[in-house]
């Protein structure tokens, strides 16, 4: 049996899931651009970038948290405040379900990582104090 929680396991997910989806985006763009249905080029190259590098960086940081390092667990909740923000951009041009699920997505995330199995498989020397 494993010792990792299954609140890491579960924001571990939620945070890889979230990559994917950025990166997902990324290579969209992408494609949109090197097939030339771009409406603007000089936009399309780097959000494309963008969206693989955001893409990489948090499945990166979703590997920590599984791994149990201790400095994914800001990463990964900072990524959520920043899905919240996006929510309520969704919720406010009437597009309800995707704000829905993206804040259902960054709340589920928060209180895993947030969570005390988490904060003790994390930390396990505050345990003991």
Do not use: H
Request: charged share 10%; aromatic share 10%; glycine share 10%.
């Amino acid at each position: 049996m494993s010792s990792r929680p299954v609140t890491v396991v579960a924001a571990a997910a939620l945070e890889a899931l979230i990559g994917l989806a950025a990166a997902v985006g990324g290579l969209y763009s992408f494609v949109i651009a090197v097939t030339g249905r771009a409406g603007d080029l000089t936009n399309a190259i780097p959000l494309a970038a963008l969206g693989l590098g955001v893409g990489a960086l948090l499945v990166f940081v979703a590997r920590g948290l599984w791994q149990l390092r201790e400095w994914a667990r800001t990463p990964v909740f900072v990524t959520q405040l920043f899905l919240a923000v996006v929510s309520y951009y969704m919720f406010t041009s009437e597009q309800y379900a995707i704000g829905a699920v993206l804040l259902g997505v960054a709340v589920c995330a928060s209180a895993a990582v947030l969570s005390p199995p988490t904060t003790a498989a994390l930390f396990p020397e505050e345990r003991g104090k």
